[in-house]
């Protein structure tokens, strides 16, 4: 079985075995070369189960086993053996090898199980001939940030940005970033195996002694001691300062290092004895916190308390307190004073009091009536001799003391905090740090831009502490908070430093429509193309850098739905819901904190579809549905437009035919009228001269003749009279009950003697049974004498037929009159239009008379009778109307 294999070269490969040593293989000659542990060999292999084999960057050959590493020289196969050794803290930690990897700085990374990481630095150990000369370098295995989570390393590995990444049983996973933190800590944590933990969490004061110490308060905790960051000494039990919260430490101009408490007591270290001695002469201030000291140069303590400024001179031993009683301090809560370049102090207080006083104390000026501090927490002077003055308002830089030349820098300047805590100066008076709330800031100056840090960059965690802060020789600047002190060496990263490319590492869609919050993950890539129904989705990111992720800041746009680029300040995914169906372009870019945003774009193209009602063939159904209707309604609109303008062209016509009718018929009624009379006249005497027998036949044969005529033209007159009358409905129906039968019958006897003349044969067919009814003689007289006056008309052979009938139709009794001829009979083009008036049929082959206003008079009179009339007719075999009468 074997553990490990390395391909070295065409001729060379490595294989670790589990219990046969070492084996180096020739694949061209097929010839292995096997190594094991010899017991009485120092220099052979130190333990036959091999468990990693690496090959260097100088090609030195590593042989990890679990007795020991082993340097292999393949040109003289002789090893050098490296193991733990008790007595020797640069030797491996643990013989048991597990991992080698090796860094770009060419340090080997060594792990081992039981024994945490060793690092082995090749350049500094390049001529290994004495093992005990090699150093290995122990990485820690505690639970400090700076310790290894277990002992067990199973595996190391660098990923392409050079992070260290290790994992072993029991401990999780380590990770390493390539370049330390620009902010490093110091916090309270109190196990055993952390030396350099701090007293307590909160830090309210820090100074600087004239050895680069790092003294620092820590209320309960008593004050530590650290140099080059590491804790040398501690004040806390069987010291003076055991039973005493520590509010702040301050160096004097003869570098002495004083100690406040919380109950007004006074502490000054003397550095030859190493001893603290305390102050007792300051009974106005007994059991009253002490927050700030500060000395100026006329060797006067002020010391800052809540009921008041007390002035200690430490050469003189003279004491003055101020308070708003006796000179012109605004509040008694004082929190900090300062002096400037004119020997004047400044005094800031609780209340947002700012004052400034000269040497014997007179207020000078007092500009906490012209701002809104709130609550002054710190006053610092620059090498420039410029004031600045941290408020729980905003920074304000003090040039001199004209009101109109104070400097107000807020939000507008870019600080995302407005409640500064403490103010110090960096490598210039043109680099300011200061601490607010949650964060860190630093000022340039010069050109009045703001770099703000937060915990994401590494700052300890918790509420800064006012006036808390401290800078050493060599630039290090110190911040305490409530939970620990931040400090840098003030060389802020560069972006440039970094390649900083965003990848999108997840893609979810909504998977019920019905909760828009449920998403599921879909495999992504760089088109997406989703259905209507996912047009709801998010978007994981983030640097492939696992060390930059924590520092970086995202902007995101969405083409298509809006061109604006928009922040996202900590969170590294975006949703967007409900977009419409479209094509978009989500880019995605990133900067590192307090930089300029990269030009490396991540693109992302996504396309929703449309749903198949909104696709492309059904917008072109719809459209060619609308085109139709369109067309539909334009044309039936262009008809309707026809045809009113024909109707309207007819209906004029009609009313002009109309008043040329009425015209007509007015003149032919107003001559029937006329000529009425006179014919009347006329058929009087003629019908006397016809009854005298004296008259010779022949005469009397002339004068039938123009009896004939006569009567037929008052026919004709009472014809037109008649159809005057019934088309302006000026008749009324006058009806009376009589025999039906009866009255046919006498309408037709005066058909016989024009029936033998014509020689036609003339039939009435009437029933025995007398019929009485209601009729309007007259009316009946017009319909039958018109009928009967066209059949013979029409009719030059043959036979014509009067019948009556009655019969029940329906429960109904009607009685109807029949008048049927074998004449020539009525066309099918005809027959629909035999009832207009003056029409007259056309394209016979016989010969068409009469004035075309019999049927039409006949149809009047039927309507007027409420009877009904039909017709049924063929060429040339004769005619039948039916008229039908209620009985």
Same mark, same amino acid.
């Given at each position: 079985?074997?553990?490990?294999?390395?391909?070295?070269?065409?001729?060379?490969?490595?294989?670790?075995? *589990?219990?046969?040593?070492?084996?180096?293989?020739?694949?061209?000659?097929?010839?292995?070369? @096997?190594?094991?542990?010899?017991?009485?060999?120092?220099?052979?292999?130190?333990?036959?189960? #091999?468990?990693?084999?690496?090959? &260097?960057?100088?090609?030195?050959?590593?042989?990890?086993?679990?007795?020991?590493?082993?340097?292999?020289?393949?040109?003289?196969?002789?090893?050098?053996?490296?193991?733990?050794?008790?007595?020797?803290?640069?030797?491996?930690?643990?013989?048991?090898?597990?991992?080698?990897?090796?860094?770009?700085?060419?340090?080997?990374?060594?792990?081992?199980?039981?024994?945490?990481?060793?690092?082995? =630095?090749?350049?500094? @150990?390049?001529?290994?001939?004495?093992?005990?000369?090699?150093?290995?370098?122990?990485?820690?295995?505690?639970?400090?940030? =700076?310790?290894?989570?277990?002992?067990?390393?199973?595996?190391?590995?660098?990923?392409?940005?050079?992070?260290?990444?290790?994992?072993?049983?029991?401990?999780?996973?380590? +990770?390493?970033?390539?370049?330390?933190?620009?902010?490093?800590?110091?916090?309270?944590?109190?196990?055993?195996?952390?030396?350099?933990?701090?007293?307590?969490?909160?830090?309210?004061?820090?100074? *600087?002694?004239?050895?680069?110490?790092?003294?620092?308060?820590?209320?309960?905790?008593?004050?530590?001691?650290?140099?080059?960051?590491?804790?040398?000494?501690?004040?806390?039990?069987?010291?003076?300062?055991?039973?005493?919260?520590?509010?702040?430490? /301050?160096?004097?101009?003869?570098?002495?290092?004083?100690?406040?408490? =919380?109950?007004?007591?006074?502490?000054?270290?003397?550095?030859? %004895?190493?001893?603290?001695?305390?102050?007792?002469?300051?009974?106005?201030?007994?059991?009253?916190?002490?927050?700030?000291?500060?000395?100026?140069?006329?060797?006067?303590?002020?010391?800052?308390?809540?009921?008041?400024?007390?002035?200690?001179?430490?050469?003189?031993?003279?004491?003055?307190?101020?308070?708003?009683?006796?000179?012109?301090?605004?509040?008694?809560?004082?929190?900090?004073?300062?002096? &400037?370049?004119?020997?004047?102090?400044?005094?800031?207080?609780?209340?947002?009091?700012?004052?400034?006083?000269?040497?014997?104390?007179?207020? !000078?000026?007092?500009?906490?009536?012209?701002?809104?501090? $709130?609550?002054?927490?710190?006053?610092?002077?620059?090498?420039?001799?410029?004031?600045?003055?941290?408020?729980?308002?905003?920074?304000?830089?003090?040039?001199?003391?004209?009101?109109?030349? *104070?400097?107000?820098?807020?939000?507008?300047?870019?600080?995302?905090?407005?409640?500064?805590?403490?103010?110090?100066?960096?490598?210039?008076? &043109?680099?300011?740090?200061?601490?607010?709330?949650?964060?860190?800031?630093?000022?340039?100056?010069?050109?009045?831009?703001?770099?703000?840090?937060?915990?994401?960059?590494?700052?300890?965690?918790?509420?800064?502490?006012?006036?808390?802060?401290?800078?050493?020789?060599?630039?290090?600047?110190?911040?305490?908070?409530? @939970?620990?002190?931040?400090?840098?060496?003030?060389?802020?990263?560069?972006?440039?430093?970094?390649?900083?490319?965003?990848?999108?590492?997840?893609?979810?869609?909504?998977?019920? %429509?019905?909760?828009?919050?449920?998403?599921?993950? #879909?495999? /992504?890539?760089?088109?997406?193309?989703?259905?209507?129904?996912? @047009?709801?989705?998010?978007?994981?990111?983030?640097?492939?850098?696992?060390?930059?992720?924590? %520092?970086?800041?995202?902007?995101?746009?969405?083409?298509? !739905? &809006?061109?604006?680029?928009?922040?996202?300040?900590?969170?590294?995914?975006?949703?967007?819901?409900?977009?419409?169906?479209?094509?978009?372009?989500?880019? !995605?870019?990133?900067? !590192?904190?307090?930089?300029?945003?990269?030009?490396?774009?991540?693109?992302?193209?996504?396309?929703?579809?449309?749903?198949?009602?909104?696709?492309?063939?059904?917008?072109?159904?719809?459209?060619?549905?609308?085109?139709?209707?369109?067309?539909?309604?334009?044309?039936?609109?262009?008809?309707?437009?026809?045809?009113?303008?024909?109707?309207? +062209?007819?209906?004029?016509?009609?009313?002009?035919?109309?008043?040329?009718?009425?015209?007509?018929?007015?003149?032919?009624?107003?001559?029937?009228?006329?000529?009425?009379?006179?014919?009347?006249?006329?058929?009087?005497?003629?019908?006397?001269?016809?009854?005298?027998?004296?008259?010779?036949?022949?005469?009397?044969?002339?004068?039938?003749?123009?009896?004939?005529?006569?009567?037929?033209?008052?026919?004709?007159?009472?014809?037109?009279?008649?159809?005057?009358?019934?088309?302006?409905?000026?008749?009324?129906?006058?009806?009376?009950?009589?025999?039906?039968?009866?009255?046919?019958?006498?309408?037709?006897?005066?058909?016989?003697?024009?029936?033998?003349?014509?020689?036609?044969?003339?039939?009435?067919?009437?029933?025995?049974?007398?019929?009485?009814?209601?009729?309007?003689?007259?009316?009946?007289?017009?319909?039958?004498?018109?009928?009967?006056?066209?059949?013979?008309?029409?009719?030059?052979?043959?036979?014509?037929?009067?019948?009556?009938?009655?019969?029940?139709?329906?429960?109904?009794?009607?009685?109807?009159?029949?008048?049927? =001829?074998?004449?020539?009979?009525?066309?099918?083009?005809?027959?629909?239009?035999?009832?207009?008036?003056? $029409?007259?049929?056309?394209?016979?082959? $016989?010969?068409?008379?009469?004035?075309?206003?019999?049927?039409?008079?006949?149809?009047?009179?039927?309507?007027?009778?409420?009877?009904?009339?039909?017709?049924?007719?063929?060429?040339?075999?004769?005619?039948?109307?039916?008229?039908?009468?209620?009985?």
């Amino acid at each position: 079985y074997n553990w490990y294999v390395l391909y070295d070269s065409e001729d060379r490969i490595y294989i670790g075995h *589990v219990t046969d040593g070492l084996s180096i293989l020739n694949p061209k000659t097929r010839i292995a070369v @096997n190594f094991k542990h010899q017991p009485d060999n120092p220099s052979s292999l130190p333990d036959n189960t #091999v468990t990693c084999i690496f090959k &260097d960057t100088r090609n030195n050959i590593w042989i990890g086993t679990r007795n020991g590493l082993c340097l292999f020289d393949p040109i003289t196969a002789k090893m050098i053996i490296f193991k733990n050794e008790r007595d020797n803290p640069y030797s491996l930690s643990n013989s048991f090898i597990q991992s080698i990897v090796e860094d770009e700085k060419s340090r080997l990374w060594i792990g081992t199980e039981g024994g945490g990481v060793n690092i082995l =630095d090749l350049k500094e @150990n390049f001529y290994i001939s004495n093992l005990k000369s090699a150093k290995f370098i122990r990485l820690p295995i505690c639970d400090t940030p =700076d310790g290894l989570s277990g002992s067990s390393v199973q595996d190391i590995f660098i990923d392409r940005f050079n992070n260290i990444w290790i994992g072993g049983l029991g401990g999780g996973i380590n +990770f390493i970033p390539e370049n330390e933190s620009f902010f490093n800590k110091l916090i309270y944590l109190p196990i055993p195996e952390n030396t350099n933990s701090l007293n307590g969490k909160v830090v309210p004061g820090m100074c *600087v002694d004239n050895e680069n110490n790092l003294w620092v308060a820590n209320l309960s905790g008593g004050i530590c001691i650290y140099r080059d960051n590491k804790k040398i000494k501690q004040f806390r039990n069987n010291s003076a300062l055991s039973s005493y919260n520590i509010t702040y430490v /301050y160096r004097d101009r003869n570098s002495n290092i004083w100690a406040s408490t =919380d109950n007004g007591k006074l502490f000054q270290y003397n550095i030859k %004895k190493q001893i603290w001695i305390p102050f007792t002469n300051f009974e106005m201030i007994n059991s009253i916190p002490i927050y700030h000291l500060f000395e100026d140069s006329r060797d006067n303590l002020w010391i800052s308390t809540d009921i008041g400024l007390l002035m200690y001179n430490i050469k003189t031993t003279n004491t003055i307190f101020y308070t708003t009683h006796n000179s012109g301090i605004r509040d008694d809560n004082i929190r900090v004073v300062n002096e &400037d370049t004119n020997g004047n102090i400044w005094v800031g207080t609780l209340g947002g009091g700012l004052g400034v006083f000269d040497k014997d104390f007179n207020r !000078l000026y007092e500009f906490g009536s012209f701002f809104d501090f $709130y609550s002054v927490k710190d006053i610092f002077k620059d090498s420039k001799g410029r004031i600045w003055v941290a408020s729980q308002n905003d920074l304000f830089l003090f040039k001199d003391y004209d009101i109109k030349n *104070v400097v107000r820098i807020n939000e507008n300047y870019g600080l995302i905090e407005n409640d500064i805590r403490a103010i110090i100066e960096g490598k210039t008076a &043109d680099e300011i740090w200061f601490s607010t709330t949650n964060g860190i800031s630093y000022l340039d100056v010069k050109n009045m831009k703001i770099s703000n840090f937060t915990v994401n960059d590494g700052i300890a965690r918790g509420d800064y502490i006012h006036y808390s802060k401290a800078k050493t020789p060599n630039g290090t600047i110190y911040f305490g908070s409530q @939970n620990g002190i931040s400090y840098f060496n003030q060389e802020i990263e560069k972006s440039a430093n970094y390649f900083l490319k965003t990848v999108i590492t997840s893609f979810l869609v909504t998977n019920n %429509k019905q909760n828009l919050n449920e998403l599921i993950d #879909v495999l /992504y890539k760089d088109t997406m193309i989703l259905n209507y129904n996912q @047009n709801t989705f998010q978007l994981h990111f983030n640097v492939m850098n696992y060390a930059l992720s924590p %520092k970086v800041e995202f902007a995101f746009q969405m083409r298509g !739905l &809006d061109d604006s680029w928009y922040f996202i300040n900590q969170d590294k995914y975006v949703i967007f819901r409900n977009l419409k169906p479209g094509n978009y372009i989500f880019n !995605l870019k990133t900067r !590192l904190h307090n930089s300029d945003w990269s030009n490396n774009i991540t693109s992302m193209y996504i396309k929703i579809k449309p749903p198949f009602w909104l696709s492309w063939w059904a917008k072109f159904i719809y459209l060619t549905f609308i085109v139709i209707i369109v067309y539909t309604i334009v044309r039936f609109y262009k008809n309707k437009i026809t045809i009113e303008h024909e109707l309207l +062209f007819e209906r004029k016509t009609r009313e002009h035919e109309q008043k040329l009718n009425d015209e007509r018929m007015k003149f032919f009624t107003n001559i029937t009228h006329e000529l009425r009379t006179p014919m009347t006249l006329i058929l009087g005497p003629l019908e006397e001269l016809i009854s005298d027998n004296k008259i010779p036949p022949e005469q009397a044969k002339k004068l039938n003749s123009i009896h004939n005529v006569a009567t037929r033209l008052l026919q004709l007159i009472n014809q037109i009279l008649e159809f005057r009358r019934s088309t302006n409905k000026s008749r009324k129906l006058k009806v009376i009950k009589n025999d039906f039968t009866k009255f046919i019958y006498e309408i037709g006897l005066k058909y016989y003697e024009l029936a033998q003349k014509k020689n036609i044969e003339f039939k009435i067919d009437i029933p025995k049974d007398k019929i009485e009814m209601f009729f309007d003689s007259e009316v009946v007289s017009i319909i039958v004498d018109n009928l009967l006056s066209n059949s013979f008309k029409y009719t030059k052979e043959g036979n014509i037929i009067l019948k009556v009938q009655n019969y029940i139709e329906n429960n109904i009794d009607y009685t109807e009159i029949i008048v049927s =001829d074998t004449g020539f009979g009525i066309s099918e083009h005809d027959l629909p239009h035999i009832f207009e008036r003056y $029409y007259q049929a056309r394209n016979t082959h $016989y010969p068409v008379s009469g004035t075309g206003i019999g049927l039409a008079i006949v149809e009047n009179m039927v309507e007027l009778h409420e009877a009904e009339i039909s017709v049924n007719s063929q060429i040339n075999q004769g005619t039948t109307f039916k008229v039908k009468f209620l009985t």
